[in-house]
Structure formats: C-alpha cells, structure tokens
C-alpha cells in the first residue's frame, strides 16, 4: 500500500468515523473525532509518533470504564493530552 492510498481525505474519516459508531453500537457524542485527532496529534509531538495510537487507546479504555457520559470522554482525553503535555522523557 503506497502512503497516498494511506490519508484519507476529510469525508472519507467521517464515513470511517460513521462506520465505526454503527459497528461499535456508539453515537456521535461517543466518538469525537476532532478531540482523538488533537489527542494523538498532543502525544505524537510531546511522547514519540508511535504512542499515539496507544494514548487515544488508553484514553477510549479510562472513558469507557468511567460511564456513558459524553463529558467522561472529553475528560479522559484532556487527562492523556495533559500527560504528554507535561512528558520529559
């Protein structure tokens, strides 16, 4: 797979984004996609490009066991965003 192939454009991460929500059984306010790209974007600058995806994975993990609360998300993300804010290492 060539790396262009690999960037979707912006209405193809909304379709993904859709699809995933439709698999997964989860609404808009479950996945929000502006918050996770900001997420990764935060821990691959201030950690290492490949703890991103393990950032937005711990975050989704601490969202879904705090409850259903929308706001819960949200605060599980600042806390991983927070942490690679802070990171020296």
Known sequence: MNEQSRSLPPEALDDWAAALR?????SP???PVAAVLDLTKIVANNVARPAAPLGAFAAGLAAGRAGIDPAQVIAALREVADLAEGWEQ
Do not use: Q
């Not at 439709?22 to 989860?26: D, Q, T």
């Open 29 to 31: 306010d479950d996945v």
């Open 22 to 26: 439709e698999r997964l059984g989860l």
